[in-house]
């Protein structure tokens, strides 16, 4: 693998925001390395061998813990899943005691999923370890964004220039606010579509263009990344009934087709299909959902190896 004179050894993992054009293409490039690795028979380095993770996941989660949880195991690194149904949070542990208590045990990288916003940037005021956010709250969710670029990067597409249509729930998705300010950031222009009561009063500001209508933000798109309708967040009737959702924003064969003809769907995951994407969009040949869920794993390995070696031991990767 090429050096590079960027490193991230030691730096904590918030957003996209803070990370340099240059420190994105390390990463993406770096997990192009990862990805040789997965495809080896014995998918094992020894590049953390004696170093410690712990995901801490204060929501449910299956593909982000899950890669999490194979990048450090494939990186060589000890790996503890703390999920907190099952720990003394349900005691009453508040973040900070929990964070603390699992640092005197070990020194440790933490990977956190929480559901308020800042609490990322908390940790990082209570503890040394490198801190990776795996999504807190409707803020961000880095490691998403990153994957989504090698997604698309993977199939010969430059993030330069190409029509990106984020559809849905802007309002409380941080995978929504995480690609918009990456895309930009990577010189691809964004388009967002879905109802008026779930776009922040801010969009505008985030450098995107707005469509009341859908079929307007996917016309030519390159890219249409479709939002989870988070259900579980939706409290505040924002909006009338599921059927009428998807009758509006949801997005079906006949919608995709006024998108290019090698137009790559994204979706986060988990799909709830027949509101936000039929079936057969979630089936076709453009969707890339599988792939994403796969270079979830590659791009955290490039995350968890960049951040706690520098880059260096190379040798071991390669
Ligand atoms: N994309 C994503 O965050 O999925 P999970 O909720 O399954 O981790």
Redesign the pocket.
């Known amino acids: 693998m090429a050096k590079s004179n960027v490193s991230l050894g030691g730096r904590d993992i918030l957003d996209l925001e803070s990370l340099s054009v240059e420190e994105i293409e390390l990463i993406l490039k770096t997990a192009e390395e990862m990805k040789k690795i997965m495809k080896r028979d014995i998918k094992k380095v020894p590049s953390l061998r004696g170093k410690s993770i712990i995901n801490l996941f204060y929501?449910?989660?299956?593909?982000?813990?899950t890669s999490f949880e194979l990048a450090g195991k494939y990186l060589g690194a000890d790996v503890v899943n703390i999920t907190t149904g099952n720990s003394s949070v349900v005691k009453g542990e508040c973040l900070r005691d929990t964070i603390l208590t699992v640092l005197w045990l070990v020194f440790v990288v933490f990977v956190l999923?929480y559901c308020i916003v800042g609490a990322a940037v908390y940790v990082v005021n209570v503890a040394d370890p490198v801190i990776i956010n795996?999504?807190d709250g409707a803020h961000a969710?880095p490691s998403?964004g990153l994957l989504d670029m090698f997604t698309i990067r993977e199939q010969g597409k430059s993030l330069k220039g190409l029509k990106m249509a984020i559809i849905g729930d802007i309002l409380y998705s941080r995978?929504a606010r995480t690609n918009i300010a990456a895309w930009n950031k990577m010189g691809a222009e964004v388009h967002v579509a879905g109802p008026m009561t779930l776009l922040p009063h801010d969009i505008e500001a985030l450098g995107v263009t707005v469509h009341k209508h859908v079929e307007d933000a996917i016309a030519d798109a390159d890219v249409v990344d479709i939002l989870r309708i988070q259900l579980e967040r939706q409290k505040k009737g924002l909006f009338p009934t599921t059927r009428e959702y998807a009758r509006i924003f949801g997005i079906n064969e006949k919608r995709l087709a006024l998108a290019k003809p090698d137009v790559t769907v994204l979706h986060?995951?988990?799909m709830n299909r027949g509101l936000e994407i039929s079936w057969e969009v979630g089936y076709c040949d453009n969707a890339a959902i599988r792939t994403e869920v796969q270079n979830?794993v590659a791009v955290r390995m490039a995350l968890l190896f960049l951040t706690l070696t520098g880059g260096k031991h190379i040798e071991n990767v390669d």
């Open positions: 929501e449910p989660s299956t593909r982000t813990r999923l795996a999504g969710h998403q995978v986060p995951g988990p979830g």
